[in-house]
C-alpha cells in the first residue's frame, strides 16, 4: 500500500503535499503515523495485532480482583455493555481476606496493622453547626458480621443488582477507615483553648455515621453549588458519568504513542484540555481579542466582560464570598510567592515562624525557606506517619506565640494524601494563626469550599484542573488583600499617577499590573464550567473507585513498594519496582503508549522521608478507565518476569 493509498481517505487534504515536502524526521513519522490510524476504517483493525499482549493483570482473588464490586465501575458497565473495562464476577469473601483487605495498601513504609488502625483516633465532627460523616437515614446500617471490611464494595450485593439495592454503609467499629476525599471537621467556638480542642477531638466516641462522601447529601448553596459543607439532610443523587462518551471531549485521547492508544496516567503533572476550551480559547481569539479595561470599543468591552465572567466562575467554583477575591496569577507558584513577598515581607520578622509539612511540593517550601533567609524567621516541619500522613499531634506541639503562618498542602503531589485541612485550619486559628493552602492538587478532585473551610489563603492552578497552561488563582479574605501592599508595578493596577504619588486600584486589580493572560483566563474559566457540568461529587466518587482499583492491582506485582499509604488518598499511585531505576520503567512504559512521571516530582523532603530519591507516579483523572490500569499492571508483570524479585 502506498502512502497516497494510506492518505486518500485522510480528512486532511493538504497531507500529502506535506509528506512529499517535510523533512523526514522522529516527529513527522509519529504524527503520520497518528493520521494513518486515525484514517483506517475500524473494521480494518481487526486484522491486526496492534494491543500489547494481554496477561492476566491480577490474581483472582477478591482481595486485588475488585473491580466488579466497585459502584462507579460496575455503573460504567451498564452504561457502556460493551465497554471494554474490566469486570470481574464477586467472589465469597471469607473473613481473613475481609481482614487483609481492610488494611491500608501494603507498601511504602511501615503500614500499620488493620486491627490497630480500627483503633485509630477518629477526627469528625459530632455536633453543629455543620458535618458530613452522618449516613443518611435512608442507607441501612450492615450488620456487624457485614462491617468488619473497610472498604466498602466489599460488601455489595451482586453487580447486576447493584442499581436495585442500597449500598450498605459500615457498622461503627469499622467506621474509623475513612474516605479518602472527605475532610475532617471538627468545629471550635472561639474560646476555646489548643489543649481542650485536642482532647476533645481525642475523646470523641466512634459512631455509625459514614465516612463514605457520596452516601451523603452536600448542602448545595444558591449561588455556591460546589460546597464541602455538608449537613446530613436527605440523601443526594449522584449521577454515574459516562467516562468512554466523557473522552470523546478530549482530543488528545485519541493520540497514538508508539504505534499504541495513548494511556495519560501523567495527570498529576498536568490534565488534558476539553473541546470546551479549546474552542473557548479559540473564540476568544476570534472574536474577542483585546486588551481588557482601557477602552471603549467592542471587542474591549467583550474581552473585559470575558475576563470577569471567569473570575466570577473562578469564585464560584471554590466557595468563595466574592469574585473581589479573586487574582489572576500564572499559577500556584506564582500565587504562593505572591503572599510571601507582600503579606509575607508585611507580617513576617526575625524569631517568628512559619509552619509547612514534610509533604509540600518545593513551591510551597522555597518562597518561605527564602523569606527566612530575608528576615530570620523559621521555618518549622509538621512530620508525617509511615504511611505518609501528618501527625496532628506534632502540629499542635509546634503552634505557639511565635507563629505566624502555616501553609500546607490540601492533596500531596508525590503521596496523594488527603491532609486534615480542615482540622489544622481550626486548630491555628483557635491560636490566632493564618493559613494558607496549596489546592493544586485537590481542587480537580474534591469539592472546594474556601468560606467552609475559613481558609486565609487559597491558591491553584489551571493547568490541574483541565485548564490551560499559565494561568491560576490566588483566594484571599478581603481584610487580607486590602491591608496587603502591592508586588509589582504598571498599568492596569493604578487609578492615579504622578512624579510625586502613586495611587494604587484596590484589590484584586492592585495585584494584576501590566497586561494579564486574558484568553488563558477565559479558557480557565470554560474548564471550571465543564467540571461544574459533570459534578465534582460524581468525579470524585468515580476517581476514589477507580484509585481503589488501581492500588489493589499494583499489590499483585512482586517487589513493587506503593510509596503513600495513607488511609486518606487521592488519585495518585507513587512506587518503586525493585531490580528497575524508575526512568527505566518510565521509558519501558512509554514504549507501551502509557504517560507517568519519574523522578523526584518536586517533593524531594517527602521522598527522602520514606529513603528513596525518585518514584514512577501513574496520576489518575476521571477520564481514566479500568483497562487502562490493566495495561499498565500487565506492562510491570512483563518487566517482572524478565527480573525476576529476590527477596
Known amino acids: 500500500m502506498t502512502i497516497q493509498q494510506l492518505t486518500s481517505n485522510s480528512p486532511r487534504a493538504d497531507l500529502s503535499e506535506q509528506i512529499a515536502t517535510a523533512p523526514i524526521s522522529e516527529s513527522f513519522i509519529t504524527q503520520l503515523a497518528a493520521e494513518f490510524f486515525s484514517a483506517l476504517p475500524k473494521q480494518n483493525l481487526q486484522g491486526f495485532n496492534f494491543d500489547l499482549p494481554r496477561h492476566s493483570p491480577q490474581p483472582k482473588d477478591p482481595i486485588v480482583a475488585?473491580?466488579?464490586?466497585?459502584?462507579?465501575?460496575?455503573?460504567?458497565?451498564?452504561?457502556?455493555?460493551?465497554?471494554?473495562?474490566h469486570f470481574i464476577e464477586p467472589i465469597a469473601d471469607h473473613p481473613e481476606r475481609r481482614i487483609l483487605s481492610s488494611a491500608p495498601v501494603i507498601g511504602g513504609a511501615n503500614t500499620p496493622d488493620p486491627l490497630v488502625a480500627v483503633n485509630r483516633l477518629d477526627l469528625s465532627l459530632n455536633s453543629a453547626p455543620f458535618s458530613q460523616h452522618s449516613a443518611p437515614t435512608s442507607i441501612p446500617v450492615s450488620s456487624?458480621?457485614?462491617?468488619?471490611?473497610?472498604?466498602?464494595?466489599?460488601?455489595?450485593?451482586?453487580?447486576?443488582?447493584?442499581?436495585?439495592?442500597?449500598v450498605q454503609t459500615r457498622s461503627a467499629q469499622s467506621d474509623v477507615l475513612r474516605n479518602p476525599y472527605a475532610f475532617d471537621d471538627y468545629h471550635f467556638s472561639q474560646d476555646h483553648q489548643l489543649k481542650s480542642a485536642l482532647q476533645d477531638r481525642n475523646d470523641k466516641p466512634a459512631t455509625?455515621?459514614?465516612?463514605?462522601?457520596?452516601?451523603?447529601?452536600?448542602?448545595?448553596?444558591?449561588?455556591?453549588?460546589?460546597?464541602?459543607?455538608?449537613?446530613?439532610?436527605?440523601?443526594?443523587?449522584?449521577?454515574?458519568?459516562?467516562?468512554?462518551?466523557?473522552?470523546?471531549?478530549?482530543?488528545?485521547?485519541?493520540?497514538?504513542?508508539?504505534?499504541?492508544?495513548?494511556?495519560?496516567?501523567?495527570?498529576?503533572?498536568?490534565?488534558?484540555?476539553?473541546l470546551a476550551v479549546i474552542e473557548r480559547i479559540c473564540h476568544f481569539y476570534k472574536h474577542e481579542n483585546s486588551n481588557i479595561h482601557r477602552a471603549a470599543h467592542e471587542l474591549a468591552a467583550r474581552a473585559s466582560d470575558a475576563y470577569e465572567h471567569a473570575r466570577d466562575v473562578v469564585a464560584r467554583f471554590i466557595g468563595a464570598k466574592s469574585s473581589q477575591n479573586i487574582v489572576f496569577v500564572r499559577g500556584t507558584t506564582e500565587g504562593i510567592?505572591?503572599?510571601?513577598?507582600?503579606?509575607?515581607?508585611q507580617n513576617i520578622q526575625a524569631g517568628d515562624e512559619i509552619i509547612v509539612s514534610h509533604l509540600e511540593h518545593h513551591a510551597n517550601i522555597v518562597p518561605w525557606y527564602q523569606l527566612t533567609q530575608e528576615t530570620g524567621a523559621k521555618l518549622r516541619v509538621i512530620p508525617v506517619d509511615d504511611t505518609g500522613q501528618i501527625q496532628i499531634e506534632e502540629f499542635v506541639k509546634l503552634l505557639n506565640p511565635r507563629t505566624k503562618l502555616v501553609s500546607i498542602t490540601q492533596v500531596s503531589n508525590a503521596l496523594g494524601t488527603v491532609t486534615p485541612t480542615q482540622e489544622i485550619i481550626a486548630l491555628a486559628h483557635a491560636a490566632g494563626v493564618p493559613v494558607l493552602v496549596d489546592g493544586a492538587q485537590s481542587v480537580?478532585?474534591?469539592?472546594?469550599?474556601?468560606?467552609?473551610?475559613?481558609?486565609?489563603?487559597?491558591?491553584?492552578?489551571?493547568?490541574?484542573?483541565?485548564g490551560p497552561t499559565?494561568?491560576?488563582?490566588?483566594?484571599a479574605k478581603s481584610e487580607l488583600l486590602d491591608s496587603m501592599p502591592v508586588w509589582e508595578g504598571?498599568?492596569?493596577?493604578?487609578?492615579?499617577?504622578?512624579?510625586?504619588?502613586?495611587?494604587?486600584?484596590?484589590?484584586?486589580?492592585?495585584?494584576?499590573?501590566?497586561?494579564?493572560?486574558?484568553?488563558?483566563?477565559?479558557?480557565?474559566g470554560a474548564a471550571l464550567e465543564y467540571v461544574e457540568s459533570l459534578g465534582i461529587h460524581n468525579i470524585a466518587r468515580y476517581e476514589h473507585d477507580l484509585l481503589e482499583y488501581g492500588q489493589h492491582a499494583l499489590q499483585s506485582i512482586s517487589g513493587l513498594r506503593l510509596i503513600g499509604t495513607a488511609l486518606n488518598k487521592a488519585s495518585v499511585m507513587s512506587f518503586t519496582l525493585a531490580g528497575y531505576e524508575t526512568e527505566e520503567v518510565g521509558k519501558v512504559l512509554n514504549q507501551h503508549g502509557i504517560a507517568v512521571r519519574t523522578g523526584h516530582h518536586c517533593a524531594q523532603p517527602i521522598l527522602r522521608r520514606f529513603g528513596v530519591e525518585r518514584t514512577i507516579r501513574p496520576s489518575l483523572a476521571f477520564y481514566n478507565t479500568t483497562d487502562e490500569i490493566d495495561t499498565l499492571i500487565s506492562v510491570l508483570h512483563q518487566l517482572r518476569r524478565n527480573r525476576p524479585y529476590k527477596t
Open 66 to 85: 475488585l473491580s466488579g464490586r466497585i459502584p462507579a465501575i460496575v455503573e460504567q458497565t451498564n452504561l457502556n455493555p460493551n465497554s471494554t473495562q
Open 144 to 166: 456487624p458480621a457485614q462491617a468488619s471490611s473497610g472498604f466498602y464494595f466489599l460488601d455489595l450485593q451482586k453487580p447486576n443488582a447493584v442499581n436495585q439495592q442500597t
Open 208 to 274: 455509625a455515621e459514614s465516612g463514605y462522601y457520596f452516601l451523603q447529601s452536600p448542602t448545595v448553596e444558591t449561588t455556591r453549588p460546589h460546597s464541602d459543607l455538608q449537613i446530613p439532610t436527605t440523601a443526594q443523587n449522584y449521577q454515574p458519568i459516562d467516562i468512554l462518551q466523557i473522552r470523546k471531549d478530549f482530543p488528545i485521547l485519541q493520540e497514538r504513542v508508539n504505534g499504541k492508544q495513548l494511556i495519560w496516567l501523567d495527570n498529576a503533572a498536568t490534565t488534558h484540555k476539553p
Open 337 to 345: 510567592n505572591l503572599i510571601a513577598k507582600t503579606w509575607g515581607k
Open 444 to 466: 480537580s478532585h474534591m469539592p472546594t469550599n474556601v468560606t467552609a473551610l475559613d481558609v486565609d489563603f487559597f491558591v491553584f492552578s489551571g493547568h490541574k484542573v483541565f
Open 470 to 475: 499559565g494561568i491560576g488563582a490566588v483566594y
Open 490 to 524: 504598571g498599568g492596569n493596577m493604578i487609578q492615579d499617577v504622578t512624579f510625586e504619588n502613586i495611587v494604587y486600584q484596590p484589590a484584586p486589580s492592585k495585584f494584576e499590573a501590566g497586561t494579564g493572560n486574558i484568553a488563558d483566563a477565559v479558557g480557565l
